[in-house]
């Protein structure tokens, strides 16, 4: 009896969420790349981690310059972080506009004198 009763509660919760969850396809992009895109970035994405280990290791090298200089922060974005942001978190045949939209390039931060 028990068990029949925690069953029903069981499928009432279930129903609950399935109903409850709306349209899930709304969060899909709205336009999607197409299949050629997708199968081209297969081959993109291997050679992406191969450049990214590149750039790991010119890094490494270029780590007591960087540190000189102070600007350790833009050679890891710019040999590091980059790469690897292109290679793993890029959508599937997305190839413009993979940056979040909010990043700028450090050229709009320069300071120009009067």
Request: hydrophobic share 50%; aromatic share 12%; net charge neutral.
């Given at each position: 009896?028990?068990?029949?009763?925690?069953?029903?509660?069981?499928?009432i919760g279930c129903l609950f969420f399935a109903l409850?969850?709306?349209?899930?396809?709304?969060?899909?992009?709205?336009?999607?790349?197409?299949?050629?895109?997708?199968?081209?970035d297969v081959p993109i994405r291997i050679l992406g981690i191969g450049l990214a280990?590149?750039?790991?290791?010119?890094f490494i090298v270029a780590l007591p310059f960087a540190m000189s200089s102070g600007s350790t922060g833009d050679a890891?974005?710019?040999l590091v972080a980059e790469p690897f942001q292109f290679?793993?978190?890029?959508?599937l045949g997305k190839f413009e506009d993979w940056k979040r939209p909010n990043e700028e390039s450090d050229s709009s931060k320069m300071i120009t004198s009067d």
């Amino acid at each position: 009896m028990n068990r029949a009763k925690y069953l029903k509660i069981f499928m009432i919760g279930c129903l609950f969420f399935a109903l409850s969850a709306g349209n899930v396809s709304g969060a899909l992009p709205v336009e999607r790349p197409g299949a050629f895109a997708m199968v081209i970035d297969v081959p993109i994405r291997i050679l992406g981690i191969g450049l990214a280990v590149v750039g790991t290791a010119f890094f490494i090298v270029a780590l007591p310059f960087a540190m000189s200089s102070g600007s350790t922060g833009d050679a890891w974005d710019a040999l590091v972080a980059e790469p690897f942001q292109f290679t793993f978190t890029r959508p599937l045949g997305k190839f413009e506009d993979w940056k979040r939209p909010n990043e700028e390039s450090d050229s709009s931060k320069m300071i120009t004198s009067d």
